[in-house]
């Protein structure tokens, strides 16, 4: 049983930065992949960045250069760092965890809440 929060969503101008945490519940941490999702209004869910236990990553193509995956095990945390921040980045952020690392939501065993984040001009 997993269990997944996250934090630090917000309302950010263009070109701002958020950092978003997601804390996972559990001792077997370590032994997933993690990832973040983020879902617009009347939008797929759209993989956004994923990293393995060992600490390997994937961006989308639409937030590299921009977001950074990392994850720190001995807090069971993973973080997404947000730069240069478009309206269009505009959407609900969703943690996942699972056992290896897909785009597709469906693969993903466990799932938070989502947290909000909206850039304004």
């Known amino acids: 049983q997993v269990q997944l929060v996250e934090s630090g969503g917000g309302l950010v101008q263009t070109g701002g930065s958020l950092r978003l945490s997601c804390a996972a519940s559990g001792r077997t941490f370590n032994s997933y992949a993690m990832g973040w999702f983020r879902q617009a209004p009347g939008k797929e869910r759209e993989f956004v960045a994923a990293i393995t236990s060992a600490s390997t990553t994937n961006h989308a193509d639409s937030v590299k250069g921009r977001f950074t995956i990392s994850r720190h095990n001995a807090e069971n945390t993973v973080y997404l760092q947000m730069n240069s921040l478009k309206p269009e980045d505009t959407a609900v952020y969703f943690c996942?965890?699972?056992?290896?690392?897909?785009?597709?939501?469906?693969?993903?065993?466990?799932w938070g809440q989502g947290t909000q984040v909206t850039v304004s001009s």
């Open positions: 996942a965890a699972g056992i290896s690392i897909a785009t597709t939501p469906g693969w993903w065993d466990y």
